[in-house]
């Protein structure tokens, strides 16, 4: 049996044409996320069911996580609830119930349109991932767990008045890698499941810089956000002093060097990987990723709070440019942006 049969035929007889995934994969996954939608679109089909229903699993336990006009306690016990549904394939059942009881426990949450959606959706993607093959749907099951973790980490450790600061740099570095990080191990297990040529480099070499890519990601969104979680009384940035502008400025400077050093390993694992199409579609979030940076790097804070974000022409440049750089005949080079990205880290 092919590893990455979205669905076997058992799991579509039983599902029926009103269950099919197709719309999951496209018109829910395009409302909850514009950007990795366009990422997974332009992956080789056989990987890109896998890497989307975990992206979906994922991001309905963040809608869980930060429901927050439902009561914290309820929230975690249903970020609990869910880890044990998705923990092994004999909790099905139980995951359908859960998925059918969701809605009524976040109604009224005032969740964005596509984030109702799949709440909505929930026992499809149970469904999905029911019918995947189980050396498949392990790895979806591994991923979610980690980040589950992280969020219900996210939500303990944030409790409390005021604002509230993480103390060390493993702290963010660990969390980084729950949430984001082991996306790119997953990746590279999905990756190296579905194809014996996805890359030049070896499983582990792999893992590593996808960890690394992930975690890079993750500072990204964090260092983009800091207004914006100041406000809900988090502050991902490590350090004793009060968490305001000015004490801050140093620890952003910091941590956009450390960004990227970890998009540097996103270059590297997009230069291995075999095919011009898993190339480009994995490399660009590491272009935009440094474009981000870049304009971080300018910004005010007034400029943080009125949220930095990438232009659609820088997105379309990005798109061009990791075009040029994953085909052979056009002069582009993932080995030139990791050489960049390392110059400018602070030694």
């Given at each position: 049996?092919?590893?990455?049969?979205?669905?076997?035929?058992?799991?579509?007889g039983?599902?029926?044409?009103?269950?099919?995934?197709?719309?999951?994969?496209?018109?829910?996954?395009?409302?909850?996320?514009?950007?990795?939608?366009?990422t997974?679109?332009?992956?080789?089909?056989?990987?890109?069911?896998?890497?989307?229903?975990?992206?979906?699993?994922?991001?309905?336990?963040?809608t869980?996580?930060?429901?927050?006009?439902?009561?914290?306690?309820?929230?975690?016990?249903?970020?609990?609830?869910?880890?044990?549904?998705?923990?092994?394939?004999?909790?099905?059942?139980?995951?359908?119930?859960?998925?059918?009881?969701?809605?009524?426990?976040?109604?009224?949450?005032?969740?964005?349109?596509?984030?109702?959606?799949?709440?909505?959706?929930?026992?499809?993607?149970?469904?999905?991932?029911?019918?995947?093959?189980?050396?498949?749907?392990?790895?979806?099951?591994?991923?979610?767990?980690?980040?589950?973790?992280?969020?219900?980490?996210?939500?303990?450790?944030?409790?409390?008045?005021?604002?509230?600061?993480?103390?060390?740099?493993?702290?963010?570095?660990?969390?980084?890698?729950?949430?984001?990080?082991?996306?790119?191990?997953?990746?590279?297990?999905?990756?190296?499941?579905?194809?014996?040529?996805?890359?030049?480099?070896?499983?582990?070499?792999?893992?590593?810089?996808?960890?690394?890519?992930?975690?890079?990601?993750?500072?990204?969104?964090?260092?983009?956000?800091?207004?914006?979680?100041?406000?809900?009384?988090?502050?991902?940035?490590?350090?004793?002093?009060?968490?305001?502008?000015?004490?801050?400025?140093?620890?952003?400077?910091?941590?956009?060097?450390?960004?990227?050093?970890?998009?540097?390993d996103?270059?590297?694992?997009?230069?291995?990987?075999?095919?011009?199409?898993?190339?480009m579609?994995?490399?660009?979030?590491?272009?935009?990723?440094?474009?981000?940076?870049?304009?971080?790097?300018?910004?005010?804070?007034?400029?943080?709070?009125?949220?930095?974000?990438?232009?659609?022409?820088?997105?379309?440049?990005?798109?061009?440019?990791?075009?040029a750089?994953?085909v052979?005949?056009?002069?582009?080079?993932?080995?030139?942006?990791?050489?960049?990205?390392?110059?400018?880290?602070?030694?």
């Amino acid at each position: 049996m092919v590893f990455c049969d979205w669905l076997n035929g058992e799991s579509i007889g039983r599902l029926g044409p009103a269950m099919r995934t197709d719309q999951l994969g496209t018109d829910i996954l395009r409302e909850v996320s514009r950007s990795f939608y366009l990422t997974l679109r332009l992956i080789p089909s056989e990987f890109r069911g896998p890497l989307s229903l975990g992206y979906l699993l994922a991001r309905l336990s963040d809608t869980i996580a930060d429901a927050g006009s439902v009561e914290l306690e309820r929230r975690k016990g249903l970020l609990a609830e869910f880890r044990v549904v998705m923990s092994a394939p004999a909790k099905h059942g139980d995951a359908c119930r859960f998925a059918k009881a969701l809605p009524a426990e976040l109604e009224g949450a005032g969740l964005p349109r596509g984030e109702w959606d799949l709440v909505l959706r929930a026992e499809d993607c149970f469904e999905w991932l029911h019918g995947m093959d189980r050396k498949v749907s392990r790895h979806i099951r591994k991923v979610v767990d980690i980040i589950t973790t992280g969020q219900t980490w996210d939500l303990e450790r944030f409790e409390g008045d005021g604002v509230v600061r993480l103390e060390t740099d493993a702290e963010l570095v660990r969390y980084a890698y729950q949430v984001a990080g082991c996306v790119g191990e997953f990746w590279t297990e999905i990756g190296f499941t579905c194809g014996e040529g996805f890359a030049r480099e070896d499983r582990e070499t792999m893992r590593t810089w996808g960890a690394n890519y992930g975690r890079g990601l993750q500072l990204v969104n964090i260092l983009r956000d800091i207004p914006e979680d100041l406000e809900r009384g988090r502050c991902y940035l490590p350090g004793e002093g009060p968490a305001e502008a000015a004490s801050l400025v140093p620890e952003v400077a910091r941590w956009q060097a450390r960004a990227r050093g970890y998009l540097a390993d996103g270059f590297r694992y997009a230069d291995a990987l075999r095919g011009a199409r898993t190339r480009m579609s994995t490399g660009l979030p590491a272009l935009l990723g440094v474009r981000t940076l870049d304009q971080l790097e300018g910004a005010s804070w007034a400029d943080l709070v009125a949220r930095v974000k990438v232009s659609r022409g820088a997105v379309k440049r990005a798109l061009a440019g990791s075009y040029a750089r994953s085909v052979w005949w056009l002069p582009g080079s993932w080995k030139r942006d990791y050489l960049g990205a390392r110059s400018n880290v602070n030694p």
